[in-house]
């Protein structure tokens, strides 16, 4: 998904707006494209893109062995990476309820709780409130809950009757297969 943002340009001092493009899980040009021309000719467009527009990739770390066959993405990562790791139990909380207030929702402080207990990692050894690959499940589960909400505030029945961050996402994934035809099952 590429998506682009108009932000002042702060730093030229003209008051010109400057594009952004924003590549979120750009391990996926490793992981769902098989075609290795086209991966190419994607790398080659945004890092050609680089030049007049800031360019945003956002790589799972896991993923930079993949990147750095690729002699522009290696230096990228050598030289304006920014590397960022698991939040932590004050950010989860923020990442959960400022968004919810911006929509003019409330959040059980009771659900936070609950969300941090579903997230803590197994390890339990650092102060990252998460294990890997656990965030994505979370904006699913808020989603869910969401959606399960009679408005105005996000409440533990409302996040219990989603599913949870363990089973919210498989009741969308069951729903969704569920209202495909019998040849789009098949399919599937």
């Known amino acids: 998904k590429l998506t682009a943002q108009e932000s002042s340009d702060q730093g030229s001092g003209g008051g010109g707006v400057r594009q952004a493009f924003v590549v ?9 494209c098989d075609d290795e021309d086209e991966r ?11 030049r ?23 230096m990228a990562l050598q030289d304006r990476h920014v590397v960022l790791g698991p939040m932590t139990a004050a950010q989860v909380r ?4 400022q968004p919810a207030r911006l929509a003019r929702t409330d959040v059980d402080e009771g659900l936070v709780a609950l969300l941090l207990a579903d997230l803590a990692p197994v390890d339990g050894g650092s102060d990252a409130a998460h294990d ?5 499940l979370l904006s699913h589960a808020i989603l869910a809950t969401w959606e399960h909400s009679r408005g105005g505030t996000l409440s533990v029945l409302d996040y219990q009757a989603s599913g949870g ?10 729903r969704a297969y569920k209202s495909l035809a019998s040849d789009e099952r098949a399919l599937a």
């Open 40 to 50: 190419n000719a994607l790398i080659t467009a945004l890092c050609d893109l680089a």
């Open 132 to 136: 890997p690959g656990a965030l994505p």
């Open 94 to 97: 923020d990442a959960v309820i």
């Open 52 to 74: 007049v527009a800031l360019v945003v990739l956002a790589l799972r770390a896991d993923f930079y062995t993949n990147a750095i066959r690729y002699p522009r993405l290696r």
């Open 165 to 174: 961050i363990k089973e919210a996402l498989i009741r969308t994934a069951e």
């Open 24 to 32: 979120d899980q750009f391990e996926a040009v490793f992981t769902l």
